[in-house]
């Protein structure tokens, strides 16, 4: 079958670092996305990883091993504007993606 | 990058009737449209896939005849919720994508559609 693990919650400090971990099981695999969903509104990408390793972009970073169905966020220098729930979803097959329920990120003064 | 609309961004109904929901790629012909529903704290669902000129594929558990799809141009596709009910209430999203070997998805800011 196909799920898909990450934390419910988590909680931040302004200006910290905080990574959000992601386990799939999915018997096809065609990458792995991160979307940045607000409440209320539609996801954002954030990365794309296909192949191991590290995927850094501004302030993001996300890696993947396949072998292990294990991803993490990075966000580096936490702003008040990244309270909001982090997907991960994977990519099936040529089209379909399956979304997990997302980490719900707070971020405090 | 690549924009994608959708109309209307809320809509309110009674029960029973139907509603219209639009999602158009702006800047990008859209091979292939998707369509998800997101119940509160919940997941997004995939509900159907869309190619231009072809039926769409659904995904099992969702009924075809109530939710009819049509993507008629590869710039629109629409999705009609017939009949709709109380338990019918989501934030319908779609996503385009456009040329084949592009991975990404292009999201819609959605509809949130509240039977009464």
């Known amino acids: 079958g196909q799920n898909i693990d990450q934390p419910t919650e988590m909680t931040a400090t302004e200006g910290a670092i905080v990574q959000i971990n992601c386990t799939y099981q999915?018997?096809?695999?065609?990458?792995l996305f991160w979307y940045q969903q607000h409440a209320g509104e539609a996801p954002t990408f954030l990365s794309y990883n296909v192949l191991d390793g590290l995927e850094e972009k501004g302030r993001f970073s996300s890696f993947l091993s396949r072998s292990k169905g294990y991803s993490y966020l990075l966000l580096k220098e936490l702003q008040m504007k990244d309270s909001a729930s982090y997907l991960c979803?994977?990519?099936?097959?040529?089209?379909?993606?399956?979304f997990g329920t997302g980490t719900r990120l707070t971020v405090i003064p | 990058g690549a924009v994608v609309s959708q109309h209307p961004s809320w809509v309110i109904c009674k029960s029973g009737t139907s509603v219209k929901i639009e999602c158009r790629s702006l800047?990008?012909?859209?091979?292939?449209m998707f369509w998800y529903r997101q119940f509160p704290k919940q997941s997004l669902m995939l509900m159907a896939t869309s190619n231009e000129g072809s039926k769409a594929t659904y995904e099992q558990g969702v009924e075809k005849d109530k939710f009819l799809i049509n993507h008629a141009s590869l710039t629109l596709s629409t999705l009609t919720v017939t009949s709709a009910h109380p338990e019918d209430s989501s934030f319908y999203i779609c996503?385009?994508?456009?040329?084949?070997?592009?991975?990404?998805?292009?999201f819609g800011p959605g509809t949130r559609l509240t039977v009464l």
């Open positions: 979803v994977f990519q099936t097959g040529a089209n379909n993606l399956f």
């Open positions: 999915t018997s096809g695999f065609n990458g």
């Open positions: 800047d990008f012909q859209a091979t292939t």
């Open positions: 996503s385009a994508k456009g040329l084949a070997g592009d991975n990404e998805q292009f």
